[in-house]
């Protein structure tokens, strides 16, 4: 059903979290516990300031971690270290996703607002190691995150990647303006359709997405 859509594609490139696994894993219900405890401590305010100020960082300037830089010198590294330290053993295994994601002709990446150390451990958890060409981070963009267009062509441009020979895959939609304004195809991957203009696909089963692609 989607293959004409995709026949120009040669460089395919996925979102991390809620996109190469399930919302139901609640990866973020971890992260943002310890995101805010790490603005609690760096900044030193109390537990509802933190959470009040992870979320409005968070909508302001794409990610906390670009609030926290832009508004009070945070150093990334420790930072990007300590939130994704988590525990990813109820992640399953998924066997066709890989089988699907392997057979796409042309390049395969992997780009997260996450740093990419923490990628690599999910892709592993998922049984998706090896079937990438690239995974990047945010730290890849010199911290500058998704949604800002000149984050993606920072990635893009590391990668060698033509956008308009390239398909995006991702949860947030705030993280497709950009990509197709760059003249990507575009993909939610998410519950629920929505009617935006930047969407050209919307799928809340990748792997059987995948397969109509193919």
Known sequence: ?????????????????????????????QIEVKMTDYVMRSIGVNRAEADHLRDLYWRQYGTTLAGLMAEHDVDPGPYLTDVHEIDLSHLEKAPLLA??????????????NGCSPYAHR???????????????????????????????????????????QGAMFEDDLR????????????????????????????????????????
Request: avoid cysteine.
């Open 1 to 29: 059903m989607h293959a004409a859509s995709f026949s120009h594609v040669r460089a395919w490139v996925f979102d991390l979290d809620n996109t190469l696994y399930p919302p139901e894993a609640r990866l973020f219900d």
């Open 99 to 112: 089988e699907r994601i392997r057979a796409l002709p042309g390049r395969k990446i992997v780009y997260t």
């Open 122 to 164: 999910v892709l592993q958890a998922r049984g998706l190691t090896g079937i990438f060409d690239a995974v990047y981070g945010v730290e890849h963009a010199n911290f500058l995150p998704k949604p800002e267009q000149a984050a993606f062509e920072a990635i893009f441009a590391l990668d060698g990647l033509a956008p308009d």
């Open 175 to 214: 993280n497709l303006t950009a990509p197709h304004a760059m003249g990507m195809r575009t993909v939610h991957v998410a519950p629920h359709a929505t009617g935006h203009d930047h969407i050209h696909h919307h799928t809340d089963d990748l792997t059987a997405f995948l397969s109509q692609v193919l």
